[in-house]
């Protein structure tokens, strides 16, 4: 079975810009969550999708959106780059997203603000 | 809302050797998850062991063994004869165990520690 794949794997913005994230589950799987992870902040939780419904929020302002589709891909939105998006987003993803289910990481998007 | 504690930033092993990586967390729920994963320079997050808090029974996954003090509210992490392949940043993590929690459906991270193996 194939692993969680993201792309892009890394992405060069300038402040102000809009971007646009994607993951793809492994087959199957309905349940995705983002992180944002950072050398201050570590990692942290963005939100998490499950039927192309956010059932889950983290505490990130309004310029991170995402959604997802019927397939269970999903994207993942920032608005207005600041320089502190610089960060690594990570996907995960589970069956049906509850809590006994094992989360399977993507490899990542790295995404560098200028 | 829950917080996990890493206090060791960096800890080092010589190869073959056990090291133990400490886990504290804090929360008022009685049910819950708790987990390891492994992070190397690849980015990839990979589990590699979880715990039920219901389960007495400390987890083992081959050379991966926690300690689970449940009152102690500690999740420690034994790695025995290490290995190059186990240099990564390790991340110990909860999930609550109730779908009621805000906390079920989302990881609360540690701030992780940086593992290096010795040749």
């Known amino acids: 079975k194939a692993g969680v794949t993201q792309t892009p794997r890394y992405l060069i913005k300038t402040r102000g810009q809009q971007v646009t994230l994607s993951c793809s589950p492994i087959?199957?799987?309905?349940?995705v969550s983002w992180y944002q992870q950072t050398p201050g902040q570590g990692l942290q939780f963005l939100f998490e999708?499950?039927?192309?419904?956010?059932?889950n929020k983290g505490n990130f302002p309004g310029r991170f959106s995402g959604r997802q589709f019927s397939n269970s891909r999903s994207e993942m939105n920032v608005s207005t780059l600041e320089l502190g998006d610089s960060a690594l987003y990570l996907c995960?993803?589970?069956?049906?997203?509850?809590?006994?289910?094992?989360?399977?990481f993507g490899p990542g998007t790295r995404l560098l603000v200028l | 809302a829950q917080t996990v504690t890493q206090s060791q930033p960096e800890m080092s092993v010589q190869e073959a050797e056990t090291v133990t990586l400490s886990c504290t967390y804090d929360?008022?729920?009685?049910?819950?998850?708790l987990f390891w994963y492994k992070q190397p320079p690849s980015r990839q997050m990979i589990l590699v062991i979880r715990?039920?808090?219901?389960?007495?029974q400390n987890a083992t996954e081959n050379r991966f063994s926690v300690n689970f003090q449940k009152a102690a509210k500690s999740f420690s992490l034994k790695i025995s004869d290490s290995q190059l392949g186990d240099a990564a940043m390790y991340f110990c993590?909860?999930?609550?165990?109730?779908?009621?929690?805000?906390?079920?459906?989302?990881?609360?991270f540690g701030s992780g520690t940086q593992l290096t193996v010795l040749p």
């Open positions: 995960a993803s589970s069956s049906g997203g509850n809590p006994q289910e094992t989360q399977y």
């Open positions: 087959s199957g799987h309905r349940s």
């Open positions: 999708y499950f039927s192309e419904t956010q059932r």
């Open positions: 929360t008022s729920e009685s049910d819950y998850y």
């Open positions: 715990q039920e808090a219901y389960k007495q």
């Open positions: 993590a909860y999930r609550s165990y109730f779908l009621s929690s805000g906390s079920a459906r989302q990881l609360t």
